[in-house]
């Protein structure tokens, strides 16, 4: 069965800094692509970034330079580095695994909001 368990969403001020962790278990973690979506209220969800196996990474202008992803395929988890945070980045965060169309998954999403 295959999980992903995210988790470092909370409340923070402009201009902090917030770092999403998600812990997968189930499946060759290696092979996967590994992205974060997110979806504010009334929006529909947006790529994030993404990282392949090799290590290549994509990331909406909307946060290039701002936010970060990794991956450590030891510890089967993927991180997104979100600084210099604004209150426009406020919406659920969603980690995605995705392999082909039928080993695609989602985790139930982190809260992640930006206000003073």
């Known amino acids: 069965q295959v999980q992903l368990v995210e988790s470092g969403g909370g409340l923070v001020q402009p201009g902090g800094s917030l770092r999403l962790s998600c812990a997968a278990s189930?499946?060759?973690?290696?092979?996967?692509?590994m992205g974060w979506y997110r979806q504010a209220p009334g929006k529909q969800r947006e790529l994030v970034a993404h990282?392949?196996?090799?290590?290549?990474?994509n990331t909406a202008d909307s946060v290039k330079g701002r936010f970060t992803i990794s991956r450590d395929n030891a510890k089967n988890t993927v991180y997104l580095q979100m600084n210099s945070l604004k209150p426009e980045d406020t919406a659920v965060y969603y980690c995605?695994?995705?392999?082909?169309?039928?080993?695609?998954?989602w985790g139930q999403g982190t809260q992640v909001t930006v206000s003073s």
């Open positions: 995605n695994a995705k392999y082909d169309i039928v080993r695609d998954y």
């Open positions: 189930g499946l060759g973690f290696a092979i996967y692509v």
């Open positions: 990282i392949t196996s090799a290590g290549t990474t």
